[in-house]
């Protein structure tokens, strides 16, 4: 079993829809989880940092994290053909650890106009 | 402009050949990171520099992949003798050592082994 599981997908829906996008991991020990967003053939860009369980909320992004169940999610509301591109979490254990990222695969993700 | 820089975008070698690609961190980012990332997978660590030291390699990391961080300011990652399973997306990123965690990528250098 990997450490972190992300449905690839491809996931495609309307423009306007609100998009789900979730990770389940096994490892307690993970405190810190991340949002990246990347575009094809480009390399990831951060779009939400959380530290242990709650929401954050950016916009038109939320990053929530269930320590409990091990599973974090990021909600995309009014969703624009721009936010076409792999999701892609991530996570680690420690502070500043970033050489420790575990990731997900990434979920590919349309939105058509 | 300051993001992290990459060079070359993309590599097309033979097999066996060497390749040197080159990374330029954000200028006041003293961790700089090598990651390889195929199609459909995430990136997966290969090393860390903090300054001029390289703190870890990973086991991905074979001895035919060599990284320098001589001056802690740029980096750059030798493969030698390459082979086709070393085609992948390189991607540098680098980090001020705060504990945000906010690791910034560049564009990466795709390698092609023929």
């Known amino acids: 079993q990997k450490e972190v599981e992300q449905d690839p997908g491809p996931l495609s829906v309307p423009e306007g829809a609100i998009v789900s996008l979730n990770c389940t991991y096994s490892?307690?020990?993970?405190?810190?989880f991340m949002w990246y967003r990347q575009y094809s053939r480009k390399g990831p860009e951060l779009l939400m940092y959380?530290?242990s369980s709650g929401n954050k909320e950016d916009g038109r992004f939320t990053a929530q994290v269930d320590k409990s169940s091990k599973y974090i999610s990021l909600f995309i509301r009014d969703s624009q053909p721009s936010d076409s591109a792999t999701y892609l979490c991530a996570m680690s254990s420690g502070a500043g650890n970033n050489r420790k990222l575990i990731w997900g695969l990434g979920t590919s993700l349309a939105v058509n106009p | 402009d300051t993001g992290v820089s990459q060079n070359p975008r993309h590599k097309i070698t033979k097999r066996g050949q060497n390749v040197t690609f080159r990374c330029d961190p954000i200028?006041?980012?003293?961790?700089l990171y090598w990651y390889r990332q195929t199609l459909g997978q995430g990136p997966e660590f290969l090393t860390y520099?903090?300054?001029?030291?390289?703190?870890?390699k990973s086991r991905l990391l074979s001895d035919r992949f060599s990284a320098e961080r001589p001056k802690g300011s740029f980096s750059t990652l030798e493969i030698q003798r390459t082979e086709q399973g070393d085609s992948a997306m390189y991607l540098c990123?680098?980090?001020?050592?705060?504990?945000?965690?906010?690791?910034?990528f560049g564009e990466g250098s795709r390698l092609t082994v023929l």
């Open positions: 490892n307690s020990a993970f405190q810190y």
């Open positions: 200028s006041e980012h003293n961790r």
């Open positions: 520099f903090q300054n001029e030291a390289q703190l870890e």
């Open positions: 990123a680098s980090l001020q050592g705060s504990n945000t965690g906010e690791l910034f």
């Open positions: 959380t530290y």
